[in-house]
């Protein structure tokens, strides 16, 4: 179901719609369901109230190949006699009507807000009742003016519909909604946990760096928006921005996270009073990444009651903590975990603000960590599908997933794609089940061989490197080799257990040869290190398992040497490195190191982050 287009074909920004259906219930219900899909993203009511605590649902995917519904229980919510339904809807991933540089713009999928509801009810008489999504819905636009996943969204209280999805609506006025052809993706249940408000957190501190600018700071950074809190005139425009630092003035600053956005007001939202004593309101179909929310045209001065933030993530389930006498290790545990929790929204990705893109390296290296302290099972073998709707034929996969079509060309790579083989892994590691690693086994098999119709006497050169170091860079080829090996190495292992005996034969003689043509290349036996003797280059010899056992000892000396003779004690590592270091080194003894690393307080470390 869609409303009419303002225009033939219109896909830029327009008022949300609202949809409504009456019907009537004339016996006892036993037990009631809803089903809905509604895209990009959805709000579902019955009488009056809200249906569930999901927000931003549901779950992105790449919509012409998959699409995820949701179910709810809605027993409780039916009476006898008059009801009425609701399905509000917002563009979110599904109409990226802003021009950005990765294109989503451009998607495949691109289409007007769909949606599709059916409410099921079995009677104590055993009979069933259906509710359709059909043309004999209304349609009607609302006080959503105007919304953007990246931008933000606009309301205007002054148009809200009274009780427009209770049975008590007179919805003479509206229109009928259109009947259209929806995406085609295969539709498939969501079976991860929902996006949920997770906590809310008042003001640590206000400040007025200009008059009449309000600069709300929450004391931590986020993921979500603001809830408002206002009392004034029908028609006062009160506008949100939200930033993660501030400029010397004190006012926020968006200079390195908004350009990337083409169009449009960047992390805005903004509301029109409708003038009827304290308003609450927070926005529906966005959500930012923040820790400061400036506030211009709030009549009056903005106080401890007027916001509050609002954490929106993932609804994890913790299954591990960590806690130890040396508190600069807690307080970096803490920001990890507020990172992993404010870059999950239905798909991993590697900013809640600028991108808010499932950048696949950022997500297998942080895959360990999520598993330790979080419960993120299905969401990643959601995830895990949505890389195998990417996957082309040839074997190659994006950088970013989904995708409207960006990231093929740039942005990937072995360290990048390696993703869609390990994370499996590490889920059949940490929680036994081997399933999600037999439903990807050939296409594992398809990425494996792709890299090796790229490589050149078993060595692979394409694609990102160890991204953005403080200091040293490493060769690309040391790196993307490296996870060449590694995932061979996971398809060797799970042939064995199951039970496919030439597949692994095959792919351990493959892991076999690489990590030959590694040595070759890369190995200085007189100076005992690899490559160009980076942090990375070493640690990544040791943590992919490269290095012999004659040679172990003289490679770990080699990375010490660097890390406190060169280095002062402190990493030098991109994101790559930064995984393989402190590994190599405890698992070769070396834990004092480790600890020299993870304790400093000067750039680069995380405790010069922190201070």
């Known amino acids: 179901m869609s409303a009419p287009a303002a225009a033939p074909g219109a896909l830029d920004a327009q008022p949300s719609p609202f949809f409504r259906k009456a019907f009537a219930i004339e016996k006892p219900v036993a037990r009631a369901r809803a089903y809905v899909c509604g895209l990009g993203y959805y709000e579902l009511y019955l009488n009056g109230a809200k249906v569930g605590d999901h ?28 009801n009425a339904a609701g399905v509000v809807l917002g563009n979110g991933w599904y109409n990226p009507h802003v021009a950005d540089v990765w294109d989503f713009h451009k998607a495949p999928w691109r289409a007007r807000p769909v949606m599709c509801c059916q409410i099921e009810a079995t009677f104590e008489d055993g009979s069933r009742a259906v509710v359709a999504s059909d043309e004999s819905w209304k349609v009607a636009t609302g006080p959503i003016l105007y919304d953007a996943i990246r931008n933000g969204e606009t309301y205007d209280a002054r148009r809200e519909l009274p009780s427009w999805c209770s049975a008590a609506c007179d919805d003479g006025g509206w229109s009928a909604a259109q009947v259209v052809a929806g995406p085609k993706g295969v539709r498939t249940a969501q079976m991860l946990p929902p996006i949920k408000v997770m906590q809310t957190l008042a003001p640590a501190k206000i400040a007025e760096p200009a008059p009449g600018v309000f600069v709300v700071d929450l004391g931590q950074n986020i993921a979500g928006w603001a809830q408002l809190s206002v009392r004034g005139p029908a028609g006062t425009k009160v506008v949100m921005k939200y930033a993660e630092r501030l400029a010397p003035r004190g006012t926020i600053d968006q200079k390195d996270i908004g350009p990337y956005v083409k169009q449009g007001e960047f992390q805005t939202d903004t509301y029109i009073l409708k003038g009827e004593g304290v308003e609450t309101w927070e926005p529906r179909f966005a959500y930012h990444g923040f820790q400061y929310v400036q506030i211009a045209g709030f009549p009056g001065a903005v106080g401890p009651e007027s916001v509050r933030g609002r954490v929106v993530h993932t609804s994890f389930e913790r299954a591990g903590s960590f806690e130890c006498s040396n508190e600069l290790l807690n307080r970096i545990q803490r920001a ?52 195998y709707d990417e996957q082309r034929e040839s074997g190659e996969l994006p950088g970013i997933v989904p995708t409207g079509g960006w990231g093929y060309a740039w942005g990937n790579g072995p360290a990048w794609d390696s993703a869609y083989v390990l994370i499996p892994r590490y889920l059949y590691e940490y929680a036994g089940d081997a399933r999600i690693l037999a439903r990807h086994f050939e296409r594992h098999t398809r990425y494996v061989d792709y890299l090796t119709s790229k490589a050149k006497d078993g060595i692979v050169g394409i694609g990102l490197g160890d991204w953005a170091p403080a200091h040293d860079t490493t060769p690309e080829k040391v790196t993307s080799t490296g996870y060449y090996y590694a995932d061979a190495l996971v398809v060797a292992r799970t042939a064995e257990l199951l039970g496919k005996t030439e597949d692994a034969r095959k792919y ?19 100076k005992a290190t690899y490559a160009n003797g980076t942090q990375t280059a070493l640690s990544c010899a040791l943590y992919q398992g490269f290095v012999e056992p004659a040679d172990k000892s003289r490679v770990v000396g080699a990375l010490v040497a660097h890390v406190l003779e060169q280095r002062k004690g402190h990493l030098d590592a991109g994101i790559l490195g930064t995984k393989y270091l402190l590994h190599a080194l405890s698992d070769n003894g070396r834990t004092d190191v480790a600890w020299t690393i993870a304790t400093q307080t000067t750039f680069p470390s995380w405790g010069d982050w922190l201070a």
């Open 55 to 82: 927000v931003l649902d549901p779950a992105f995917t790449r919509y012409d190949r998959r699409v995820l519904y949701v179910t709810y229980d809605v027993t409780a919510m039916l009476v006898r006699g008059a």
């Open 336 to 387: 990890t975990l507020w990172a992993y929790v404010g870059n999950f929204h239905g798909y991993p990705t590697d900013c809640p603000h600028r991108e808010k893109n499932g950048w696949t390296g950022d997500a297998h290296l942080a895959a360990e960590q999520g598993l330790l302290n979080f419960a993120p099972q299905a969401a990643y073998t959601k995830w895990m599908d949505d890389l």
């Open 508 to 526: 351990f003689e493959l892991a076999e040869g690489i990590k030959k043509a590694f040595n070759r290349e890369f190995f200085d036996a007189a």
